[in-house]
């Protein structure tokens, strides 16, 4: 039997190139997703999910909220809440 | 091996190309031109950016320069194929297929886009989009071969990346990314014109509008002093801004002193005295305006870590 030599075609050498370019490229694009992940999260940006809209547990406390009545709330029965003050019949008996 | 050899037959230009020619069709030397005004509209901009970010930033409006260097060469490949200094490119030297080269072009824009929006804003995002659509659309498809003003109008794609770094910072437009462009915009015509100088066989050969071919050659001089003119005060006025300082100033001051006189002599020269020097004049300028936008951007980084105004 015949050995012949095994010489390399040079459109196999630039295929090759061109495969472990394509790797690098794409090692390369996963390892800046990543990076980019983790300073996203890290920064402690209030986003959720993709829709980048503020996490509601993570607003600060409003002491008062819009649409919420802090008035005080006469207790039933008492004068005050007979005159009809402010709120007295608000969250009552509802 | 006989299987090979047909394969290699059937491509265009008979060639199967390698990872570097694939390289060469993102225009690697007009990317870095890209990064570099990219990365100082980023750094020099109010809103401090994470270094990560701003990397990731810069790399994605280079690849999207690449990518509209890309369809440029799919689109232009009959008169780069003409030109001395372009026919070595991959697409007119068979080394890749022009569907190849719109293919990677148009995935390379879709990426680059999308993946701006994702690490830095939107806004900056959509800008680069625009960016890419004026370079291979309203210059190389619309304009470059119609009109002589072609290289005016495709120096504002390549005037957008200061102000896309900037928008990727500040997610807006302000007055010192403007003029960071019309730094770039006014400097692009001069530059060119005075390559089309001492390079005119080429650009007649393929039929290009150029101003040299299409209003003579003195009239080519009379524009690139006119523009040199231009641009002076916008590049002292942005000295003048939040970016600047004195030491911006200084190096403006110098440039364009000397960027002015350089086409004042262009101005009074005719052709015989141009041809007798083998265009010494004209090829001085030229190496002048390569210097002229990267000190000047140059200047805007250091005097951001001295201290502006």
Redo the contacts between chains.
Sequence with gaps: MVMLPQVEHELHKRRRSRNIGLLVVLLAFVALVFGLSVVKITQGDMMQGYDHRPRASMLPKDPAPPGQNTAPVAAPGTPAAQQGVAGASQGLGQ | ?AD?NA??GSREGGF?????D??ALLKPRVMSLVVFTALVGLWIAPQPV?P??GF?AV?FIALGGGASGALNMWYDADIDAVMKRTAGRPVPAGRVSSQEALALGIALSGLSVM?LG??ANWFAAGFLAFTIFFYAVVYTIWLKRSTPQNIVIGGAAGAFPPMIGWACATGSIGLESLLMFALVFFWTPPHFWALALFMKDDYSKAGVPMLTVTHGRKATRAHIFAYTLVLAPFAIWLGFTSVGGPLYLAVAVVLNALFIAGGWRILRRNEEQAQADGYLVEKRYFRLSLYYTFLHFLALLVQHWVGAW
Aim: charge should be negative; glycine fraction near 10%; include cysteine.
């Design positions: 091996m090979i394969y290699e199967e190309a390698g990872f570097g694939y390289v994470n990560f970010v990731c790399l993946m994702l690490a």
